[in-house]
Structure formats: C-alpha cells, structure tokens
C-alpha cells in the first residue's frame, strides 16, 4: 500500500524558508511513483483543508498553485527518490498549518477527500 511521509516542518520567522519533504514508498510494479499526481495540502484549526501546490505524473509535470502561495512556495518531485518537496519561501503568518502531501491520480485540490493516499502530516510554524 502507499505511504506517505511528510519531514521538514518546523518553526520559523516570518520572511524565513522551510523546505518540506514527502518520500513515498509501497508501489506496485504496473503503478509507481511516477503515476501519481503528488499535493500539498495546509490545514490550519477551523479552516477545511486547502491544497497549496500539486505537480502532476512524472510523464506530465504540471505544476499548479494556490495563489497566496504563487512566487513564494515551488514544488518538484524526485523520481529516483520516490520524494516530493515543497520549497517554502518568505513564509507568512497566514502559511503556518500543518502540511499534508497526498497522492492522486490529478491535481484536483479542490476536493480533498477524494485524495487517495494521505501522510501524517508536518507542523509549520511561523512567528515574529
């Protein structure tokens, strides 16, 4: 079964960089790494979950942003690594949640629940 396991989160100044990662593990031989489209999702107390970045299929590689997140935040994956990262940059107040990555056949963020595949998450943190 696939796993997902976020790493890098933490806490940091407003104006910092954080640089998330998601290694994956558990594909089959017909469906791999490569197939899945790979997100991040933010969730912050109150609020649903929002996706904040997605890259598409190895074969594809569309990327996709939320747009407060647009020229600040940078997704890409990994194949040799099975990893996706998601590269945090002049982080704000409003960017702290904790961070999911999740994989999907597309990058359909507006509808989380359909996420197949689900890691623990990570804590981010921003202050002053």
């Known amino acids: 079964e696939v796993q997902l396991a976020e790493s890098g989160g933490g806490l940091v100044q407003a104006g910092g960089s954080l640089s998330l990662s998601c290694a994956a593990s558990g594909f089959s031989f017909d469906v791999t790494f490569d197939h899945y489209a790979i997100a991040w999702f933010r969730q912050t107390p109150g609020k649903e979950r929002e996706g904040v970045a997605c890259?598409?299929?190895?074969?594809?590689?569309?990327?996709y942003y939320e747009d407060s997140v647009k020229g600040r935040f940078a997704i890409s994956r990994d194949s040799a690594k099975s990893a996706v990262r998601l590269q945090m940059d002049r982080l704000k107040f409003e960017d702290a949640g904790v961070y999911y990555c999740?994989?999907?056949?597309?990058?359909?963020?507006?509808?989380?629940?359909?996420?197949?595949?689900w890691g623990q998450g990570t804590q981010v943190t921003v202050s002053s």
């Open positions: 890259i598409t299929s190895a074969d594809d590689g569309t990327i």
């Open positions: 999740a994989a999907a056949d597309g990058c359909d963020m507006s509808n989380y629940p359909a996420w197949g595949f």
